[in-house]
């Protein structure tokens, strides 16, 4: 189906269904490749929420968040080994998500991009300019959304 599969995970139950449907989509191929990626959140000028760890200080350091990062998807990677025997590679940025999620995709060049909804819903993402309906309307691959 794919051959390369982009997954951002949060560590929150609707990243954890986006994980599985990843996984289910690089398991009907061989040598297919899953990457794990997590961007930390900021909440407010003094704090950086990192899904599955809680908030972190503002003022920790860009090792210290990049490391509660790292729990995220190591056990997001964990995970998805539990899934089947695939390649998986994990990656930990830090800015803006949508804009990170795209330009992951485009960098690795991955053939579907798998996000979690939150469940803005139309008007309150139309407002909120939710990671997902800028993701899915800005990229060039495939993108699956699930809720």
């Known amino acids: 189906m794919f051959n390369t599969v982009l997954v951002a995970v949060d560590g929150s139950e609707n990243s954890k269904k986006a994980l599985n449907v990843a996984c289910h989509l690089v398991k009907q191929e061989d040598n297919a490749t899953l990457h794990i ?3 930390p959140e900021s909440l407010s000028h003094d704090t950086v929420l990192v899904w599955g ?3 972190i200080p503002m003022e920790a350091s860009s090792k210290q968040v990049t490391a509660a990062g790292r729990k995220v998807v190591e056990g997001a990677k964990a995970e998805a080994q539990e899934n089947g025997d695939f390649k998986i590679e994990t990656h930990v940025e ?3 998500p ?3 999620i795209l ?3 485009r960098d690795l060049g991955v053939e579907a991009i798998v996000l979690g ?5 139309g008007f309150g993402g139309l407002i909120m300019g939710s ?3 800028k993701v899915t309307h ?4 495939t993108v699956i959304t699930v809720r």
Do not use: E, M, P, Y
């Open 94 to 96: 830090q800015g803006d």
């Open 131 to 133: 990671v997902s309906h």
């Open 37 to 39: 990626l997590h961007i």
């Open 103 to 105: 330009n992951k995709a």
């Open 98 to 100: 949508s804009r990170l």
């Open 138 to 141: 800005n990229a060039k691959s």
């Open 53 to 55: 760890i809680g908030a």
């Open 117 to 121: 909804s939150r469940g803005l819903g």
